[in-house]
Each structure stands twice: as C-alpha cells, then as structure tokens.
C-alpha cells in the first residue's frame, strides 16, 4: 500500500455530464437548457426555496406564536445519572468531570427519573418537584444555585 497508489472504490466517483459538445452528444447547441428564459442564460442561480415564481412553502404555511431568540436551554440530568457519580456534594463542576455533561452548558435542571440511595448534597440551577422529593428521601439536600 502506497499514498501514490490510493484511488475511490469502483463506482464512487461519476462523470461530471459535458453539456455543448455538438448535436450528436444529446445535449449540444443549448445544452439542455432550452430557449431563452430566466434559466437559460450562464451564471443563474435560483435563490434557496425559489419555487419557480410559485409562492415557495415558507410563505404558505401559517405563522403562529413567538420565538425567543435569547431562550437558554438547560442541561437536564436525570437523577439515575447522578447516583453514578461519586462523592458527597455534586455541582455542575463535577457532573462535567464525571462526563455526565458538557463543560460549556451554563445551567443545568435536575428531573426525577430513577432514584437515589446515598444522601448527596447536589447543587443545580433547577430542580423538579419529583427530584427534590427524592433527593431529600434519601436524606440529602437540593441546593439552587444562581
């Protein structure tokens, strides 16, 4: 095996289609083209979801509601989860350690699937009513932080 001798698979890489090459070729004098119009002519680009003059889908289709552009999306962590990662407090530093989430998510919400047997002091933005009830169950304590 040699990097000089590396080549696709057979049959991955097709033939561009040459367009203009004579009237035995199929696709001579206007090259597939046709005659006059607005698509004809070189260099034409259809802009993204031009529809050919048709009114395109996006403007269709009914607009409804808001959409906040400044929406944060909070890391939700399930507390099954949670009774993997070791130690007596947990905060987002440590969840981000122990892989259970990405470093640069700002918040994170806590939900109640599954359980938790250890008491654990665990400190996230949120928390949901079931996971407050199950962490304190187990004798820990659901910390908000800011």
């Given at each position: 095996?040699?990097?000089?001798?590396?080549?696709?698979?057979?049959?991955?890489?097709?033939?561009?289609?040459?367009?203009?090459?004579?009237?035995?070729?199929?696709?001579?004098?206007?090259?597939?083209?046709?005659?006059?119009?607005?698509?004809?002519?070189?260099?034409?680009?259809?802009?993204?979801?031009?529809?050919?003059?048709?009114?395109?889908?996006?403007?269709?289709?009914?607009?409804?509601?808001?959409?906040?552009?400044?929406?944060?999306e909070p890391a939700v962590?399930?507390?099954?989860?949670?009774?993997?990662?070791?130690?007596?407090?947990?905060?987002?530093?440590?969840?981000?350690?122990?892989?259970?989430?990405?470093?640069?998510?700002?918040?994170?919400?806590?939900?109640?699937?599954?359980?938790?047997?250890?008491?654990?002091?665990?400190?996230?933005?949120?928390?949901?009513?079931?996971?407050?009830?199950?962490?304190?169950?187990?004798?820990?304590?659901?910390?908000?932080?800011?």
């Open positions: 095996m040699n990097l000089s001798q590396l080549q696709p698979a057979k049959g991955a890489r097709k033939k561009d289609r040459r367009v203009g090459r004579g009237p035995g070729s199929g696709r001579g004098k206007t090259s597939g083209r046709g005659h006059k119009g607005q698509l004809s002519g070189a260099g034409y680009k259809a802009m993204r979801g031009f529809e050919g003059g048709q009114m395109p889908l996006v403007r269709r289709i009914p607009k409804r509601g808001f959409t906040n552009i400044f929406r944060h962590l399930n507390l099954d989860r949670l009774a993997k990662i070791s130690g007596a407090e947990i905060g987002p530093a440590e969840m981000a350690a122990a892989g259970a989430l990405k470093p640069a998510s700002a918040r994170v919400k806590i939900l109640g699937r599954g359980g938790i047997a250890e008491a654990k002091t665990i400190r996230a933005h949120s928390f949901s009513a079931a996971a407050v009830k199950k962490i304190e169950a187990a004798g820990g304590k659901a910390v908000v932080i800011e």
